[in-house]
């Protein structure tokens, strides 16, 4: 049997291994993490819903209602009438006939490439891809191609080769460590000239992006139609926990039948649905809260540019620093740290080898004043560790 201590202690030698800090209280902009107060810059919690009192109350009267557990499989008994309601209600809101609620992003993107793509077909991917795109094309039994991040001239070089079989592309819609976004736009033409599939899975974006908060295809304005398969998630900027799947008909009644993941695993609580349903309300009829985002994004990206800090190109939330090194990117997160600011160092293998980076993320909960101690920390603790800010 293999001896797992010497690659454990060759990623702590390296600055790569993962520890877990035990958070206490609600998310916020404010929590007490590892017994510590810290402001916390590395949430998804984009819009501040995680804890907002009407969602509270929504999962609380649900859960009087329908207690906790679904306890089956939507297709046993687990599927109540608080998940119709919350499919029917991000249909409407995403511009789509049908959406289909899954356990979790991972395991929407897993069940949707393993129902529609087999041996004989292909996926392209970006190569920036989350991991559970990455992974749903791997496992999917298809061609499995990468093309380099956002070149879609190479993207249709690759499709051109083939041939025969089914075509899916898929992208993030919002890149999850880089914080950009894809040309949408372009992969829906690229898609329609080679009759492929389409699917971007918008869980950065969705709730954040676009006036009315519907995601990236609304901020880039492009069509629903132009982009036949969309996966959001519910744990980012909606607050709760799960995702789904938007599309035609034919699409959602496929899934339910060939989805293994969606067929073989226990519906989400009643509860959360509830709470959900509550969340994307607060989204639309707060639009304030993307707003107040949108210009903390802003004065951290102009306060940035006159301390001489270098951000990767982000208009989203996700407000990457890069470092390169591993070892002064976890360096500069555990000093910022000890000063009460939790900022994330995003190290390989998740991000490509010389990219670490501090993954900084803002929320419409954070203030102005939280932001500019930030950069005027980040700026201190880079100059102290001999990283230039230039």
């Not at 690759?158 to 992969?187: H, N, W, Y």
């Not at 398969?229 to 926990?241: D, P, S, Y």
């Amino acid at each position: 049997m293999k001896d797992l201590r010497p690659p454990l202690e060759r990623r702590r030698t390296d600055q790569l291994y993962r520890t877990r800090r035990v958070a206490e209280g609600p998310q916020g902009a404010e929590r007490v993490i590892d017994g510590k107060q810290v402001v916390s810059f590395c949430s998804n919690d984009y819009l501040g819903l995680a804890n907002h009192p009407a969602v509270i109350a929504a999962f609380t009267k649900a859960a009087d209602e329908y207690g906790i557990g679904s306890g089956a499989a939507h297709l046993i008994n687990g599927h109540t009438r608080a998940h119709h309601a919350l499919e029917e209600e991000l249909a409407e809101f995403t511009g789509r006939e049908r959406a289909l609620l899954f356990s979790t992003g991972y395991m929407a993107n897993l069940g949707v490439v393993s129902a529609l793509l087999g041996r004989g077909d292909a996926v392209f991917e970006d190569r920036l891809n989350h991991a559970s795109l990455l992974d749903a094309g791997l496992l999917s039994g298809a061609r499995f191609v990468r093309y380099p991040h956002r070149d879609v001239d190479e993207l249709q070089r690759k499709l051109a080769t083939r041939t025969r079989g089914e075509k899916l592309i898929l992208s993030d819609g919002v890149f999850s460590m880089e914080g950009d976004i894809a040309p949408i736009g372009e992969l829906a033409d690229v898609a329609a000239n080679y009759d492929a599939w389409l699917m971007i899975d918008d869980a950065h974006g969705f709730g954040v992006l676009g006036e009315s908060g519907r995601g990236a295809l609304e901020h880039l304005h492009v069509n629903s139609h132009s982009v036949p398969i969309l996966v959001g998630t519910l744990g980012k900027a909606l607050g709760t926990f799960g995702a789904f799947v938007a599309g035609s008909e034919a699409l959602i009644e496929m899934l339910i039948q060939q989805a293994r993941t969606y067929i073989y695993t226990t519906a989400p609580p009643p509860a959360l649905a509830e709470a959900t349903r509550a969340a994307l309300r607060v989204s639309r009829n707060e639009a304030w809260r993307r707003d107040k985002m949108r210009a903390l994004i802003e004065r951290f990206r102009s306060g940035a540019e006159q301390l001489g800090l270098s951000l990767m190109s982000s208009e989203t939330p996700i407000q990457p620093v890069l470092i390169g090194d591993a070892v002064k990117a976890k360096a500069i997160s555990d000093a910022l740290f000890e000063e009460g600011l939790l900022v994330t160092a995003i190290r390989p293998p998740t991000v490509p080898r010389g990219t670490a980076r501090l993954r900084i993320t803002l929320s419409a909960a954070h203030i102005e004043e939280q932001v500019d101690r930030l950069l005027e920390a980040l700026v201190a603790q880079m100059e102290r560790t001999g990283h230039s800010a230039d």
